[in-house]
């Protein structure tokens, strides 16, 4: 249901709340900025709960796409003033919608078994990674590679702000996400299931290439600057390494993860 929207009756405050880590924790719900995304997931989840249109000479062309659907999953569509609207906003130049998301709910390891029905799984395991952009894109190539979970380390960026979600296009709230507090906690769960941990490390021995990545396995990728936990590093199933030449150092966190997924689905057609 559309209306004109003030500070106090639009739920402006508690918004404003969701633009910090501890009020979306607080909340259970995070800012998503963008038309298109808003509108997938009102098409293909339950977890909008209030939508923010920018009140300009596009708020009317934005309402007539958005409100049918909202109304119909019983969301408030609301118009809010320019200065109130650019607050909540995350970009420079907005494009006038935002939405209010509840957060999925996290999982466990054991879930993905359950919920896929299948005897293998594949998961990536974002080792105390910084970058929101690397974040974004190693989900979105993770949904694309077929694989079925997040696992996020502690430390990691949090995945639900602003710029992972730009990044991801959405696509973070759509894959199940796993929290793990240290290495060896995850490693003892991924034992327990026949999960493979394989770790991403230039020194390692073996080429990603000549290493089996069939079957369930968990793809560990390290820190931006300080690589992967030393735990991982010597409990891993397999330590893998993307070889360089021209004097090249290494590579983005990202590539580095879309390399050895895609990898694993090139293994996976021939196997």
Known sequence: MESICSKKNSGYVQA???????????EGALLVEGDNVVRELLEQTDLVQ?????????????LQELLPRADEANVTTCILQ????????????????????????????????????ETEVAVVVLDRL??????????????????????????????????????????ALKIPMI??????????????????TIVCDMNAPHEYYDTDLTGSVAVVVGNEGNGTHPDFLSQAHSLIRISMVNSVESLNAAVTAGIVMYERVRQNKTK
Do not use: C, W
């Not at 709340?17 to 009020?23: A, E, H, P, V």
């Not at 320019?82 to 390891?109: N, W």
């Open 82 to 117: 320019r200065v109130l609207f650019d607050e909540l906003a995350s970009t420079v130049t907005p494009q006038g919608v935002i939405g209010i998301i509840r957060k999925p709910d996290a999982i466990h390891l054991e879930d993905i078994f359950h919920r896929q029905r």
């Open 16 to 26: 404003l709340k969701l633009k910090q880590k501890r009020g979306r924790d607080k």
């Open 179 to 196: 929290y793990s507090d240290s290495p060896n906690e995850f490693i003892q769960e991924a034992q327990a299931h026949k999960i493979k």
């Open 130 to 171: 910084q970058d929101p952009g690397n974040v974004g894109t190693i989900i979105r190539t993770a949904i694309a590679a077929g694989f079925d979970a997040i696992v996020s380390m502690k430390g990691t960026v949090d995945i639900f702000s602003d710029k992972v979600i730009r990044s991801s296009t959405g696509l």
């Open 50 to 62: 209030r939508i923010y249109i920018r009140d300009d000479e596009h708020a009317a062309h934005l």
